[in-house]
């Protein structure tokens, strides 16, 4: 069991503070906005009852329990003491970083471990010099209290036991820790999803499919068999002979990385925003974007559930 300190108790804080509290560690949370901070109970609250409504976690897990796990205070230095790892999730702005982790630099002693949330700043640049051997990228997915990847990242000079420490932490959590190389803005999984992205803007504004038939050709044709091989062991089984053969042979050639989609701009233009504004892509109804929310995170954790109970193929 650890000491953490979660700075920043937004869309991320707020859930990694309650991953890290169902998984038995002391949390700390802080936020530079008191009405942020005072927001974490109720939001905790709200994702406690989805998880244990699907089975998740035990009812023992009540609301009184987790958040009693998880001390807020408004005050840095407070929240920091004693903590032998504090998670950076505060807003992805590299002068707000910076100036955090200087302040960071001045609180904590030596030994404290300085965590990042980061998705897309290479942080380790931001991060006082002498501070960089304990530095690293811990990176959860949205909501971090179902998605289970965590890209672990060290910088130029991270010490080898200190990625171990947050990769040994992550499993801990029953979640599933991947150690990167080196820093690359997005990771793997963001990565791979901006070229699906890249692919379906193309397909929209070339209306080669409908918004409805793209989703259809990826839930019923790529999704099927993802969660089971993922990518390379999907290969596998194709032979990769022929997947060789269809690199050299390739008569088509992916999308080049856009700066704009004329779908999305015309969307935007309407006021079509997504779920927050009721419509989108689709037309969502007058459900109001919490129970959308919590219906999706229904759906997730029951797949979770279907996905544990399957399980992988053997050798992958
Ligand atoms: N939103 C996502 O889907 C997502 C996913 C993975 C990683 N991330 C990363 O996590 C980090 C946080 O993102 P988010 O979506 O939770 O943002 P957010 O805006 O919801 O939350 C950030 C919080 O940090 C607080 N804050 C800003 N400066 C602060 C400071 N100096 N001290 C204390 N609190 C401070 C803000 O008041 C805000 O509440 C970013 O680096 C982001 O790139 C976001």
């Known amino acids: 069991m650890s000491e953490i ?3 920043g108790g937004g869309l991320m804080g707020h859930g990694i503070a309650l991953v890290l509290a169902l998984g038995g560690h002391h949390v700390r949370i802080t936020d530079s906005r008191p009405e942020t901070l005072d927001a974490v109970p109720g939001l905790i609250a709200s994702a406690l009852d989805t998880l244990r409504e699907a089975g998740a976690i035990e009812p023992a897990w009540t609301d009184e329990r987790v958040n009693g796990a998880i ?3 408004l005050d840095l230095t407070e929240t920091v003491a004693g903590a032998d790892l504090v998670i950076e999730a505060i807003t992805e702005n590299p002068d707000a970083k ?6 960071l630099d001045r609180i904590c002693p030596d ?10 700043l290479d942080v380790f640049p931001l991060i006082p010099a002498r501070r960089q051997a304990r530095a690293v990228v811990a990176h959860w997915y949205t909501p971090p209290y179902i998605v289970d990847l965590v890209d672990v990242v060290p910088g130029p000079e991270t010490d080898p036991t200190v990625v171990a420490f947050v990769r040994d932490l992550v499993v801990g959590l029953g979640q599933v820790p991947i150690v990167l190389k080196r820093f690359i803005p997005g990771y793997v999984a963001n990565r791979i999803q901006s070229a699906i992205g890249a692919e379906v803007y193309a397909l929209l504004d070339e209306g080669i499919a409908s918004p409805r038939e793209i989703d259809d050709a990826i839930i019923h044709g790529l999704a099927l068999r993802i969660p089971i091989l993922g990518h390379l062991a999907k290969a ?8 060789r053969h269809a690199l050299t042979n390739a008569s088509y ?3 080049k990385a856009r700066t704009q989609s004329d779908a999305l701009d015309v969307l935007c233009q309407e006021g079509r925003t997504g779920v927050m504004s009721g419509r989108g892509f689709f037309d969502w109804g007058d459900r109001p974007p919490a129970e959308l929310f919590r219906d999706r995170d229904r759906r997730l954790l029951a797949l979770k559930k279907a996905m544990k109970e399957v399980g992988r193929m053997e050798g992958q």
């Open 236 to 243: 596998d089984f194709t032979g990769l002979e022929l997947l």
């Open 71 to 73: 001390r807020r205070s």
């Open 98 to 103: 910076r100036a955090f982790f200087a302040e």
């Open 111 to 120: 030994s404290t471990i300085l965590a990042s949330n980061t998705s897309y």
């Open 5 to 7: 300190a979660v700075i």
């Open 253 to 255: 050639e992916p999308p």
